[in-house]
């Protein structure tokens, strides 16, 4: 499996879609932005024609309204690779949502079930008292994931907290972290954008978007606006500006602000990795799969 990853506006797709077509082979989408079906534009997902070029998997493929969650995709792609391994020497995956890729690569450690009636209660805290309130708490509770976890998410703020409550037990004593064997081999690619360019590349998107339809898709969604798909940059930045809290120019401009953060989030995980090879967008060549392939 070849994985090609980097931050938000890297130009991950279209390196994608040149190795696939290359290699005669399907993609994997591995960004969990993309998997909901009523939003493309704020998630930037492949459009139209890029997605004639190649079969991709896990775009638009549920809804927001449903519970899915990073062990269902972990379980649907092993499934799917194995029957694409089948008539393919090779498969692409791209994205951004570096635990994502990981629970593919390495799988995911065995954790609790969720509790329906904790989770409600820490959702009614979290709107309440905010996300100052779930970091303290999990301090409290579990000081070690504390450091790990991205603080400013609070999806993973109050899992990590459902599991302290429901079990007694820290949140980290249950990630172990112990790989588990594949039975395919995987070679990662990075692509490494200078900050300048990348902020431009970041901006240049949010314009297209925002010139695409993003208000109206927002508005189109702004009843679903508390579901856990919809708390992610674009959709939370377009809902203040509907709720009179800002104007439609500071909205946009608190998106770029918080794509920029969230592309270096992206880049602060991503090198932690010791197995990516970083390259240049424009160094692809098909030399460096075959290279890697034939290893």
């Given at each position: 499996m070849l994985i090609i990853l980097g931050p938000t506006a890297s130009g991950k797709t279209d390196l994608a879609i040149k190795v696939a077509k290359w290699l005669d082979t399907e993609i994997i989408s591995a960004d969990s932005r993309q998997f909901y079906r009523e939003l493309s534009i704020g998630t930037a997902k492949p459009n139209a024609e890029q997605l004639a070029e190649v079969e991709h998997h896990f775009i638009g493929h549920i809804s927001i309204s449903e519970d899915y969650n990073i062990s269902r995709f972990e379980q649907d792609v092993i499934r799917l690779l194995d029957k694409l391994f089948e008539t393919h020497r090779a498969v692409v995956m791209t994205g951004g949502s570096g635990l994502y890729i990981d629970a593919v690569c390495n799988g995911i450690d065995e954790q609790p079930e969720h509790d329906p009636a904790i989770r409600h209660l820490l959702k009614e805290e979290y709107k309440a008292r905010g996300i100052n309130y779930l970091q303290k708490e999990l301090f409290s509770l579990d000081p070690l994931y504390y450091k790990e976890v991205d603080l400013s998410n609070p999806n993973r703020l109050m899992r990590a907290?459902?599991?302290?409550?429901?079990?007694?037990?820290?949140?980290?004593?249950?990630?172990?972290?112990?790989?588990?064997?594949?039975?395919?081999?995987?070679?990662?690619?990075?692509?490494?954008?200078?900050?300048?360019?990348?902020?431009?590349?970041?901006?240049?998107?949010?314009?297209?978007?925002?010139?695409?339809?993003?208000?109206?898709?927002?508005?189109?969604?702004?009843?679903?606006?508390?579901l856990n798909a919809l708390n992610t940059v674009g959709y939370k930045e377009m809902f203040e500006y509907l709720d009179g809290i800002c104007t439609l120019e500071d909205a946009v401009e608190k998106i770029r602000i918080n794509t920029r953060r969230y592309a270096k989030r992206q880049m602060t995980w991503f090198r932690k990795d010791p197995e990516i090879n970083w390259i240049q967008p424009e160094s692809f060549s098909p030399v460096i799969f075959n290279k890697s392939l034939d290893r």
């Open positions: 907290l459902e599991v302290c409550l429901m079990t007694g037990k820290p949140y980290s004593t249950y990630r172990k972290g112990h790989r588990q064997q594949r039975n395919f081999r995987t070679i990662k690619f990075g692509i490494r954008v200078p900050r300048e360019e990348l902020v431009e590349r970041i901006n240049r998107r949010i314009d297209g978007m925002m010139a695409s339809g993003l208000l109206e898709e927002a508005k189109a969604n702004y009843s679903c606006r508390n």
